[in-house]
Nanobody, 124 residues
Framework: VQLQASGGGLVQAGGSLRLSCATS????????MGWFRQAPEKEREFVAA????????YYADSVKGRFTISRDNAKNTVFLQMNSLKPEDTAVYYC??????????????????WGQGTLVTVSS
C-alpha cells in the first residue's frame, strides 16, 4: 500500500487547510485510515481516523470540533479538513493506513503503512 499526502502549507491562525491522502496498491488490506502529526522535538501524536467501510470517525480531543476527517472510497482518498487552526497545530502531518483493533485506533502502532508527511505551519 502506498500513501501520498498533500495539502500542507503556511496559514495564519484562524485559517483553514485541507489535507489529502491518496492511496494505491492493496488498499483492500486496510480498514482504517488515520492522520498523525509530529511537531519539532515532540512525539508523533494521533489526530483523526476513519473506518473506510462504516465511516466511523475518531478524533483527538485537541482537534475535536475543528478538524473533520472524510473519505472518498471511489478515489481511495482520505481528507482532513482543518479549520480554526492554531499555532500549536504546526507539525508534519502523516497519513497512515492499517487494520488496527478498536482499542488501538489512536495508536501509531496500529498502522502498517505510512505516507511521507506534509508540513503544516500556522503563524500567530
Amino acid at each position: 500500500v502506498q500513501l501520498q499526502a498533500s495539502g500542507g502549507g503556511l496559514v495564519q491562525a484562524g485559517g483553514s487547510l485541507r489535507l489529502s491522502c491518496a492511496t494505491s496498491g492493496r488498499t483492500f488490506s486496510t480498514s482504517v485510515m488515520g492522520w498523525f502529526r509530529q511537531a519539532p522535538e515532540k512525539e508523533r501524536e494521533f489526530v483523526a481516523a476513519i473506518n473506510r467501510g462504516s465511516g466511523s470517525t475518531y478524533y483527538a480531543d485537541s482537534v475535536k470540533g475543528r478538524f473533520t476527517i472524510s473519505r472518498d472510497n471511489a478515489k481511495n482518498t482520505v481528507f482532513l479538513q482543518m479549520n480554526s487552526l492554531k499555532p500549536e497545530d504546526t507539525a508534519v502531518y502523516y497519513c497512515a493506513a492499517g487494520r488496527p483493533i478498536l482499542s488501538n485506533t489512536k495508536s501509531a502502532g496500529g498502522y502498517a503503512y505510512w505516507g511521507q508527511g506534509t508540513l503544516v505551519t500556522v503563524s500567530s
